[in-house]
Nanobody
Framework: QVQLVESGGGLAQAGGSLRLSCAASGRTFSPYRVGWFRQTPGKERKFVAFINSSGDTTYYEDSVKGRFTISRDNAKRTVYLQMTSLKPEGTAVYYC?????????????????WGQGTQVTVSS
């Protein structure tokens, strides 16, 4: 089992920045691939960013490319999502998720473990 806890959410102005953290505990974390997703009320959870186990491969949803950066520190068992140039449409609950296996994981069903989420609100 892997337990994930997100932090770093809050209120930001449009154009501002936030850094989300996803701290892992439990089983060895380094082999897991990690994704960030976001969800608004009544909508499906949507892919935001992905990082592989070593941290040398990342992928982003098109609308966040160039503004968000995913990274990880396996020694600290933590994955980060640096968000800059925030937009009001980025208001959502942000979740991190961990999954084993291979390849890039874009879909929520490909992940085994989830955090409880952290609210990000971007005001215009």
């Amino acid at each position: 089992q892997v337990q994930l806890v997100e932090s770093g959410g809050g209120l930001a102005q449009a154009g501002g920045s936030l850094r989300l953290s996803c701290a892992a505990s439990g089983r060895t974390f380094s082999p897991y691939r990690v994704g960030w997703f976001r969800q608004t009320p009544g909508k499906e959870r949507k892919f935001v960013a992905f990082i592989n186990s070593s941290g040398d491969t990342t992928y982003y949803e098109d609308s966040v490319k160039g503004r968000f950066t995913i990274s990880r520190d396996n020694a600290k068992r933590t994955v980060y999502l640096q968000m800059t140039s925030l937009k009001p449409e980025g208001t959502a609950v942000y979740y991190c998720a961990a999954g084993g296996g291979f390849g890039v994981k874009y879909h929520p069903g490909e992940y085994d473990y989830w955090g409880q989420g952290t609210q990000v609100t971007v005001s215009s």
